[in-house]
């Protein structure tokens, strides 16, 4: 029998099935890598966008919250002076209590607000980190 000579410049069919299972496998890790990535960025996005809406929403409850509060200051205000006989006593008088508590919250007492705010932001950091968990354990 006669004995074929290898060619040189060819590679055996084995070699070029391992190259290119190789290369298939080194593609589609990218692409599983890439898909990941962009997941984990739109979470990022979602999370982010959930604390906007959250900190939005506490901000507009605050904002009526104060403007119920200015209403009460005028109401108690105007009773007050309706009490005295004066109207002007009556805003002087709240002028004088909100004034003092000014003063108490600069210099008596200047991290008390910080501190209760920094409260509050850990706390709905928090309650929105335990919602999230929940959701991700009830998928």
Do not use: C, H
């Not at 890790?29 to 604390?51: C, M, Q, T, V």
């Not at 008088?93 to 600069?106: D, K, P, Q």
């Amino acid at each position: 029998m006669p004995q074929k000579k290898p060619s040189s410049d060819s590679s055996p069919p084995a070699a070029l099935g391992i190259v290119d299972m190789i290369i298939d496998t080194i593609e589609s890790s990218y692409r599983d890598i890439s898909a990941i990535i962009s997941a984990r960025i739109d979470l990022a996005k979602l999370d982010l966008a959930e604390i906007i809406a959250s900190v939005l929403a506490s901000a507009v409850i605050g904002l009526i919250g104060l403007i119920g509060l200015a209403y009460l200051m005028v109401a108690l205000a105007l009773f007050l002076g309706e009490v005295l006989g004066k109207p002007s006593l009556g805003f002087f008088i709240m002028g004088m209590i909100l004034s003092g508590l000014a003063v108490y919250l600069a210099k008596v007492s200047p991290d008390l607000l910080k501190n209760f705010f920094w409260r509050l932001v850990f706390t709905k950091l928090d309650e929105l980190e335990r919602q999230r968990s929940n959701t991700n354990a009830g998928t």
